[in-house]
């Protein structure tokens, strides 16, 4: 072989060299990105394992905390009927003992009236006894004694009997109107108990008796978010169709008495709606208050009075006083104040801005004790209203002195608005019936020539024959007049009886 041939041969061996050298470094090259994937793709799994297991944790954390507070709910709720069955079982052993405790007062009752009758009795029979030794011993019979004790008697005492009977009544009189001055406004308008029914209850009419159950709810929830949110008590007793409501705030009892109506109309009751329908009530009846505080300052001829004062007045139109709307009332007396004032030449600004405001106490005498005229008066003088007004509004009841004549005529203007007829639950009819009733029952009396009921009821005067009613009689018929008219009548405030007894000598000259 040549020198040529050699040198192919060398050729092809080295390619041949060349060429496994390279396959060697491609499997080579193949070989380290195949592991460096390979370490890439265990550490993309080694993160996704880590992130899996911090996903499984969290979730078993989460579902933890969600099985934790389930149980803590359901403790609560536990604990909240364990303490309401705890608080049923209480009531039910009250009322329980109340009533083991009534039926013990009723057994030691009977026993007292069995020991009284039986005393009665022996009293009685000894009495008898007492009468029969007496006869006996006096030769005289019952009547007879009876007869001439009291002719003695009468003979002996009748005059001093009418001195003392008339000192006794000056006294009485004088002691009587200091007393009433200080008393009679606060007792009769604040805690007039045979109208407490009247102005401190509102019944809601009901379409059917199926609706009690729905406005108690389950377990009673539902009365219980109503009162809660209303404050006021929901009283479903038997009376057929119908639920009372039942506060001494009498802006409240309008609240709530709204807001029944709403749910009973729309027929959808649960605490939340509640509150709600209670909310929207409240608002409606704030801006009715607002509304009637200003229509009355506008009728009264008041203006300027601070926006509280305004809110105060209006709720009046929520308080009633022996059947008389408050606010009306206010108006009212604010008018008769100007005309009055006017005619004798007094501050009419003064005497009616008084007059309105006169009763301002009684929208917050539930709330503050006192007497009304003394509530009103310091709240109209934290709003800066005129010192004479305010004396006006504290003075109308005589509980500290008038300072002016303005003070006097509201006097006069609230008691016109309080007596006239018709203005405080009655109607003219009977007003009449009254004054007629007063009339018949002095005419009742032997010895009455005739009577007569004047100051629209207030007064009766009663004519006598001087021939049968001396002065004493006379005192005696005016005592008896007045226990028969309290016996027989239903009025406010009092009635005064005078009897007259008038002596004529008639003589004529021929």
């Keep these: 072989m040549n020198g040529g041939g050699w040198g192919w041969v060398i050729a092809l061996i080295a390619l041949g060299v060349g060429i496994g050298v390279g396959v060697v470094v491609e499997r080579l090259r193949q070989r380290r990105t195949a592991e460096a994937r390979q370490a890439e793709a265990e550490s993309i799994v080694d993160a996704a394992r880590a992130r899996a297991r911090e996903i499984e944790l969290a979730a078993r954390d989460e579902g933890l905390r969600i099985r934790d507070e389930a149980e803590a709910e359901v403790s609560r709720r536990r604990a909240e009927l364990a303490r309401e069955e705890e608080r049923l079982q209480r009531r039910r052993g009250e009322l329980d003992q109340r009533l083991e405790q009534l039926e013990k007062r009723d057994q030691t009752l009977n026993k007292r009236q069995s020991a009284l009758d039986k005393r009665h009795n022996e009293l009685e029979t000894l009495h008898q006894q007492t009468l029969a030794e007496l006869q006996r011993v006096s030769g005289m019979s019952r009547d007879e004694a009876k007869a001439l004790l009291l002719a003695e008697v009468e003979r002996e005492s009748r005059a001093d009997m009418v001195r003392v ?282 010895g009455v020539s005739q009577s007569f009921a004047l100051q629209a009821g207030r007064e009766i005067r009663v004519i006598v024959t001087p021939e049968e009613i001396d002065d004493l009689a006379a005192t005696h018929l005016a005592r008896d007049v007045a226990k028969k008219i309290e016996e027989g009548m239903q009025y406010p405030g009092q009635i005064k009886v005078t009897v007259i007894r008038e002596t004529r000598a008639i003589d004529y000259a021929r």
Excluded at 230 to 239: F, H, K, S, Y
Excluded at 404 to 421: F, N
């Design 165 to 446: 009977i008339r000192r006794i009544e000056e006294e009485a009189q004088a002691e009587g109107e200091r007393r009433a001055r200080e008393l009679i406004a606060d007792a009769i308008q604040r805690v007039a108990s045979e109208h407490v029914a009247e102005v401190t209850v509102s019944v809601v009419p009901l379409p059917s008796d199926e609706m009690k159950g729905r406005i108690i709810g389950r377990n009673g929830r539902n009365i219980r978010a109503f009162e809660q949110a209303a404050g006021v008590d929901v009283v479903v007793d038997d009376t057929p169709e119908a639920v009372t409501i039942s506060s001494f705030d009498s802006v409240r009892r309008e609240i709530a008495r709204r807001s029944m109506e709403k749910l009973v109309l729309d027929g959808r009751i649960h605490p939340a709606h509640i509150e709600k329908i209670v909310d929207q009530a409240r608002q409606e009846v704030e801006k009715t208050i607002v509304e009637e505080g200003e229509r009355a300052a506008f009728e009264a001829g008041v203006p300027g009075l601070h926006p509280e004062i305004i809110k105060k007045l209006g709720r009046l139109k929520y308080r009633t006083s022996y059947g008389q709307n408050q606010l009306a009332h206010a108006v009212e007396v604010a008018q008769l104040a100007g005309v009055i004032a006017a005619e004798l030449g007094a501050d009419v600004e003064v005497a009616k801005a008084g007059a309105l405001l006169h009763d301002l106490g009684k929208a917050m005498d539930h709330e503050v004790e006192g007497t009304h005229a003394a509530i009103g008066a310091e709240f109209a003088r934290r709003y800066g209203v005129h010192p004479k007004v305010v004396n006006a509004i504290a003075s109308h009841h005589h509980e500290v002195e008038q300072e002016s004549v303005e003070a006097v005529i509201v006097e006069a203007a609230d008691a016109i608005s309080g007596a006239r007829p018709g203005a405080r639950r009655e109607s003219l009819e009977q007003y009449i019936k009254r004054v007629r009733a007063l009339e018949e029952i002095a005419n009742s009396f032997q």
